[in-house]
């Protein structure tokens, strides 16, 4: 049976996921060209295009890295396909170099840049707000706040970005991503077969004599969007009053529900913006005019605020704008309800409201829970990236400084691993390890996985062949992507949907470069892989040791494979929390399936993978027959 977000007729309702909602979106402009690198929040949507790849009409592509999707799908477009790139928000760093040509020399097919931002670093490694890229690279900007939203901006960034022949942006953030709510369908288009690449030279490429009438053409497009935005209908304004709301993203959810548990709903003027770059200039003086205060309320950067700081001083307006700078909202992390209920109340000069009292017959406030445990990130039972960091330390234990890298073994920060010293963005450890190396003469032991080894790694690899760096560089090669939800990478041998016949040996690929000091191993065999480490510590220069076991959670599902023992404690364990005896086990390996109880160390059988590494570090521990789940 075919799935609603390719089989739903017009007018039905489904209750989508907002990245759901997005592939619908794409689907309802007739989307024919999808190309990624996958990246929580914004995983699902190439997740789901991949998934309903195999009855759909579009072709799809997870790429190695940002940079090259955009590429793909900037040449794909250039032929005429309507295409579309998916990231989240850091990928547009590596993505910028093509993107802000791209807008100079346009989109024939249509192309929209879906940057998923993340307010509060949930799974990120900063907060930046790539609304900033719309006015850098001149695109225009849509800002979902709602699952139907997100379904129907990406259809309107994909045709007017098709109509115009130019890139448009849609930025999302986490809440929008991962929302779910109820979305109308409507109908879905099917174009053309792309008329493939029309010749233009002076259009196509950016010499500088050509890329200076480009620039005057973006300005002239940036001007000519402006009155799209005066008129969109995701630009809307309601209520009435002498203080006005302007809000954006997923913040004009959080107003609707704010103005409506405080009763001010239709009390106060508020312009949701959805379409919010190029500003609608027009509709913000017209909005502005009678207002003694405004509020302006955007996650993240003043972006919004400081513009239409701007237009109101330009237009001699003298109203009150609050927002960021003054405040009374933060510039940093995720907004809510109660959040925009305080800003609300600032700018309209309304007390907070006194605390209620306790509805069970007292005035005293309902006792708050014992502080629980914190539950710090940890790897899974089982995963290989364990070994290999318990192998590592061993050897070099603080001795060394580690390098880390973007992937699920970044968890090897935290006590007992400690295998994190420094990491700086995707594709780093290798080339800023090697920095570190030569400007201190310190030991160095780079980590990185085979993703983001074929993401961005490899030019670092060369890099240090080439200026002869001296490094132990670790590919934690466990066959797939595992951070962001096992999509494949060249390096896998199984996906999702089957066999990869064209896999990339990383072993031949770091051979190729000139590196003659490599050793490859099975994390979980400790003897072997000590053993290998040994070897190349003594060498100098660049050396590889490729530590390759697939994720075991990716294991049972693409490999079939089956747990067939588990470990357990044997006998009379000493491993106390309170008297230190032992703990060799809890104190080296950290696995989330071991646990004390009543001063005894011991193994969940549910969590147990099987992988048996703990049987190599404590001769109390012994293997029995699991239940091959």
Known sequence: MAH??????PGETHLFLGNEAIVRGAIEAGIQFITCYPGTPSSEVPDTFFRLSPEAAYTFEYSVNEKVALEVAGGATLAGALSMVTMKHVGVNVAADPLLTLTYIGSPGGLVLLSADDPGCHSSQNEQDNRIYARLAGMPCFEPSSAQEAKDMTCAALGLSRELGAPALLRTTTRVNHLRGPVILGEPTVLSKPAGFQKNPSRFVPIPAFARPMHLRLLERIEALRERAESSPFNVVSGAGTVGVVASGISRAYLSDALDETG???KVKTLDLGFTYPLPEKLLASFMQGLGTLLVIEELEPVLETEIRALAQRLGLTLNILGKTPGPLPRFGEYDVALVQTALRAALGLPEPKKQACACGDASEVALPAALPNRPPNLCAGCPHRATYVAVRKVFGDTAVYSSD????????????KAADFLLCMGSSISAGCGAAKAAG????????????????????VNAVFNRHDIL????????????????????????????????????LVRGIGITQIRKVNPLNQKATLAAIEELKDLSGVRVLIAEEPCPLFARRAYGQKRNQVAYVAGDCAASAQDGSCGDCLNTLACPAFYVEDGKMAIDPLLCSGCMLCLQICKNIKARKGDAK
């Open 4 to 9: 609603p977000l390719l089989a739903g007729a």
């Open 264 to 266: 001010l709903l239709g």
């Open 406 to 417: 973007i992937g699920c073994y970044t968890l090897g920060l935290l006590p007992p691993l």
């Open 442 to 461: 310190q030991t160095v032991v780079g980590f990185i996985g085979d993703s983001t080894f074929f993401h961005s790694g490899i030019t670092g690899l």
């Open 473 to 508: 560089v670790v590919i934690l090669d466990n066959r797939t992507t595992a951070m962001t939800g096992h999509q494949p990478n060249p390096g896998v041998d199984k996906t999702n949907l089957g066999d990869n016949p064209v896999r990339v040996d990383i072993e031949p």
